[in-house]
């Protein structure tokens, strides 16, 4: 991992509400239901179920998670209408060995 993306890990996790979003995400099934379409969490957590739990509004979620997802920390999956999101545990771990 090289310094700059380094840095923009740091910058994304800076905010409490972005570290709470990798938190929940870390351990989808014990904070949010499966999507009706899918029923697991393979693919990740539907976004309306992330950006519903955060209690923020649509825009300021999906403004923290795109940013999210464009340094890596998470991975996109689209189905029709649906995205969803997971970690990208390779990259967290990229992250945590660089900082030590």
């Given amino acids: 991992m090289d310094i700059k993306i380094a840095t923009e890990i740091g910058k994304c996790l800076s905010n409490p509400t972005r570290v709470?979003?990798?938190?929940?995400?870390?351990?989808?099934?014990?904070?949010?239901?499966?999507?009706?379409?899918?029923?697991?969490?393979?693919?990740?957590?539907?976004?309306?179920?992330?950006?519903?739990?955060?209690?923020?509004?649509?825009?300021?979620?999906?403004?923290?998670?795109?940013?999210?997802?464009?340094?890596?920390?998470?991975?996109?999956t689209r189905y029709g209408k649906w995205s969803y999101l997971k970690r990208n545990e390779k990259i967290i771990q990229e992250y945590i060995d660089f900082i030590r």
């Fill in 20 to 76: 709470q979003i990798m938190e929940w995400l870390k351990e989808p099934e014990k904070n949010f239901p499966p999507h009706e379409t899918l029923q697991h969490f393979n693919d990740g957590v539907c976004v309306s179920y992330i950006q519903e739990k955060a209690g923020l509004s649509q825009s300021t979620v999906s403004t923290y998670l795109s940013n999210m997802e464009k340094c890596g920390l998470l991975v996109l």
